[in-house]
């Protein structure tokens, strides 16, 4: 199973800006795919940005405009660049990975996680 690592989580005031980085052990599959979600307390996770070894990015529509999510095969990392950040954003963010075509699939299926960041935006 493919490890992943976080970092990059902390707080910050409305409209500053946090950057999200997860490095995995390998990329298995193809396709794959990796990216970010997001869980509040009693909420359901939802996926915030993602990327696909086709080139396919997607966003939710919350995070359109403010959020930036590339992959780099070399390093097998994925980063969130996160911008104009608002208080609905504070969250849990996670980093997933899947490796086979389901990672293709709306939504994404994936099949590793991180541990999980805390993103926290004060007014």
């Known amino acids: 199973q493919v490890e992943l690592k976080e970092s990059g989580g902390g707080s910050v005031e409305v409209g500053g800006s946090l950057r999200l980085q997860c490095a995995a052990s390998?990329?298995?599959?193809?396709?794959?795919?990796m990216g970010w979600l997001r869980q509040v307390p009693g909420k359901e996770r939802e996926e915030v940005a993602s990327?696909?070894?086709?080139?396919?990015?997607r966003w939710a529509d919350s995070v359109k405009d403010r959020f930036t999510v590339s992959i780099d095969k070399n390093d097998k990392s994925v980063s969130l660049q996160m911008n104009d950040l608002k208080p609905e954003d504070t969250a849990v963010y996670y980093c997933?990975?899947?490796?086979?075509?389901?990672?293709?699939?709306?939504?994404?299926?994936?099949?590793?996680w991180g541990q999980g960041t805390q993103v926290t935006v004060s007014s």
């Open positions: 997933a990975y899947g490796g086979d075509w389901s990672c293709l699939s709306w939504p994404r299926k994936y099949t590793s």
């Open positions: 990327v696909d070894s086709l080139g396919h990015h």
């Open positions: 390998e990329f298995t599959g193809s396709p794959y795919c």
